[in-house]
């Protein structure tokens, strides 16, 4: 039986954003793997309610559940261990540290970037619970928290800087070839790519470089997904 | 021949304290090699002149001269493979990641609240020029960049986030043994420890936990180094 994923989606059900569910979309095809897209917003609680939580991705895959992007790596490393995402215990540990790094200082101006493309491009049942739940956690109206797109863009391009550093003496995040922490990394950028039309980084930053060579990967598999192409 | 190293030392030529120099201290020390200290102050410029640059660690290694410690753990992998410092490729380009973000996001908190202790316990010599270099670094006087090592302190504990989520579920960044992430990281500390009695961790913090069994690493190395033992 073929696996299924859960998977967020905007008010179109192809126009999938989640920088979570990226991860694990390109970390399914780097190991040559398919899982049929079952579309899933925010407020479909009931959906996944099988899962034991509300937050996606969740993974089907024959009679194992499992949810939580990095737990769905891990499972599928162990299960399909060929085409590894991971090379050695070390490297593992340290895409750990990597994935924290990534989700409390790459996400952030990301989304101080582009919060009003976000709430426009979500599905309409989504709004009234995305606009109550962010208001809270970042303590403001998101009309207030996304006045200043252009300093969530600066953040973002200071904040790169250890990505930065790698990338310029080889071509991945991991090396020589793709691993999980470059899906981490790149499931920022696919995030926004789906959702707004905000250039974040210029053509002469190594970022760029890389993220165009990670929008080739596997067929082109995330440059054909359903997004803005402004920066691309 | 034995190994020499110039590292970096204050008014006392055993008060040794570059993260940069511990890093490779404790590499060495993984690889079961000695290497012998030799002090250096800012102002030595000349006695390491014939490595073509002018920063501590320097390592001479027989008729090879190596500076940089990235490029010093490189040498010291190579020539020395047995007990590695990085398990794979991967982790290799993960933990030079990991170097940038604790040079950018680590080392400049631990600075602002240990500044005016670096300036007293630096040999006298070395005082006018680490003034002026800092002051023109900073923008500011270090009296001003040091008024609040609050701030410092507070800054530091959010920063480690990403070290902090890994070393609640493994022993060491690197996972289950140490390796040269956890020796970057370190060095930060060592530095402080070295200069400060400023208590930089709470002991609840799993950050300190990691601490204590670096300080215990390879027969209790860095616990023995002339330093401040108040957050121990």
Redesign the interface.
């Given at each position: 039986m073929a696996m299924q994923m859960w998977e967020l989606a905007g008010a179109e059900a192809d126009r999938l954003f989640s920088p979570y569910c990226w991860r694990i979309r390109m970390a399914l095809a780097h190991k040559g793997l398919k899982a049929e897209t079952l579309p899933w917003r925010f407020t479909d609680t009931e959906k996944i309610a099988f899962s034991g939580q509300g937050l996606v991705p969740v993974l089907q895959d024959g009679d194992q559940v499992v949810h939580d992007s990095w737990a769905i790596a891990e499972h599928l490393e162990g299960k399909y261990p060929a085409k590894p995402l991971?090379?050695?215990?070390?490297?593992?540990?340290?895409?750990?540290?990597?994935k924290?790094?990534v989700e409390?200082?790459i996400h952030g101006p990301i989304f101080r970037a582009m919060v009003l493309d976000v709430f426009n491009a979500i599905h309409e049942k989504d709004k009234a619970y995305f606009r109550q739940s962010r208001e809270k956690r970042v303590g403001m109206t998101l009309e207030q928290f996304g006045s200043d797109p252009k300093k969530g863009v600066a953040d973002l391009r200071t904040a790169l800087?250890?990505?930065r550093?790698?990338l310029v003496?080889?071509p991945?995040?991991?090396?020589?070839a793709p691993?999980f922490?470059d899906y981490i990394l790149f499931g920022a950028f696919q995030w926004a790519r789906a959702l707004s039309p905000q250039r974040l980084l210029e053509p002469d930053d190594p970022v760029f470089a890389w993220r165009e060579k990670m929008l080739d990967l596997h067929g082109g598999l995330a440059r054909k997904a359903k997004g803005y192409e402004v920066w691309t």
């Open positions: 991971f090379d050695s215990a070390q490297a593992k540990s340290l895409a750990f540290v990597f924290t790094w409390t200082t800087l250890p990505a550093k790698q003496q080889e991945y995040v991991c090396g020589k691993g922490a």
